[in-house]
């Protein structure tokens, strides 16, 4: 139900950034809790059943987002074509978790871990550069929700990767 809520207060954003500075700020502030407490449960039984992997999974995903979002604060390369290819090979990431689920791949979670950090490097950059570039601060709310995706992500990637490391 957090996480259904987290995804009404992102949507309510998109429309608030438009009106209201402060009523975006603070669904911002309510998507970050609601999220939080989403993925509490997930955090929590990792934290019991295999805390190494809960922190090799933070240690990498800070190192990632440091490196990917360097590379794309510094670069003067346009990378919105980058993000558009990343948003069409996110939904085909997408299509191949589905088939996953019902056709057993050698492998299969490892190599959808992988594509997905690739996936997300390429927004990492491309919501840095942003960062960098932007002049509109009515954006920022967006921008944040965007970076904190993207930063959730690659955990969860690097905790699926940590953890089925532990059972081959």
């Known amino acids: 139900m957090a996480l259904i809520a ?16 402060r009523l975006a700020v603070g669904l911002l502030g309510a998507f970050g809790l609601l999220t939080g407490l989403g993925f509490a449960p997930l955090i929590a039984y990792y934290a019991s059943a295999d805390p190494r992997a809960l922190w090799q999974a933070g240690g990498a995903s800070a190192l990632f987002i440091a490196g990917t979002g360097a590379a794309g604060y510094a670069t003067r390369r346009d990378l919105t074509g980058i993000a558009r290819a990343c948003s069409w090979a996110l939904v085909a990431l997408i299509v191949f978790g589905v088939v996953l689920i019902f056709v057993h791949i050698p492998g299969g979670s490892l190599i959808y871990s992988v594509l997905g950090l690739v996936i997300f490097a390429g927004f990492i950059m491309f919501d840095f550069q942003l960062l960098r570039r932007t002049k509109d601060i009515s954006i920022a ?26 059972e081959a």
């Not at 995804?7 to 009106?19: I, Q």
């Not at 930063?151 to 089925?164: E, G, H, K, T, Y």
Request: with cysteine; glycine share 2%; net charge negative.
């Open 6 to 21: 987290a995804l009404a207060c992102l949507t309510g954003m998109h429309f608030a950034v438009r009106t209201s500075a």
């Open 141 to 166: 709310p967006l921008l944040a929700a965007s970076i904190f995706l993207d930063i959730l992500n690659v955990f969860l990637f690097f905790l699926q990767i940590f953890s089925s490391s532990e």
